[in-house]
């Protein structure tokens, strides 16, 4: 059984983390690009780890349109514990790609088993490490959403990456199309926006890769 790296399993060796998850009971699915992998309003979600393949959280309004909370890749843990504060009802999450995700029942996770392991605290503690890296995510998207203009929103998202990258050049991890829903504005609307932004000198794009010119 392969288990995936990923910060849930920080300092926990490969033996402990095959014993944990043959006492988790944990299964693996496999998704094809598109397919709704879960409802958040599923009480059955637990824990999933993407183990390969992309996946994206989304949150659907009343009036159809749709915004991209969160994009997963490889590693990446999802489930209610992560957006409890949310309408779960409203949000789903959809393989952008082929995948294979591991669910990991919730209960087993919280509750320490009869050995008290101490991997099994490690791993808690993970948990609460990732609960705080995707604050962090969010909160950078809300302040990307601050923004009350398609280009201040992009000017926004585009300064974030740039920090990240910690370069003036970076590449976006959206199609257009994705980007759009993860601005939470008209496509078209901000493919004008950022055309103008082009032509007059203040980034340069090429096959999703984006230049802030300072």
Do not use: W
Not at 51 to 68: D, K
Not at 168 to 184: C, G, I, Q, R, V
Not at 200 to 210: A, H, P, R, W, Y
Request: charged letters at 25%.
């Amino acid at each position: 059984m392969e288990i995936t790296k990923t910060d849930l399993f920080y300092n926990i060796s490969e033996q402990q983390q095959a014993e944990m998850m043959h006492c988790f009971k944990t299964y693996t699915r496999t998704y094809k690009s598109g397919e709704v992998i879960c409802f958040y309003d599923d009480n059955n979600i637990g824990v999933g780890i993407i183990e390969s393949g992309s996946a994206r959280v989304i949150h659907f309004l009343p009036n159809g349109t749709q915004t991209i909370l969160e994009q997963l890749c490889r590693g990446d843990l999802f489930g209610q514990l992560f957006y409890h504060y949310a309408c779960p009802e409203n949000i789903s999450l959809e393989a952008t790609c082929d995948c294979v995700v591991r669910f990991i029942d919730y209960e087993h996770i919280i509750k320490r088993c009869s050995k008290a392991c101490p991997h099994h605290s490690q791993l808690v503690n993970n948990i609460l490490v990732i609960i705080s890296d995707k604050t962090r995510s969010i909160c950078e998207h809300l302040e990307v959403l601050s923004g009350r203009t398609i280009r201040d929103r992009l000017n926004n998202y585009f300064e974030i990456l740039s920090s990240k990258s910690g370069s003036n050049t970076f590449k976006l991890p959206f199609t257009m199309t994705a980007l759009a829903d993860y601005l939470s504005v008209d496509r078209s609307a901000m493919s004008r926006e950022l055309k103008k932004m082009k032509d007059e000198g203040l980034i340069q794009t090429n096959k999703g890769i984006v230049t802030i010119n300072r």
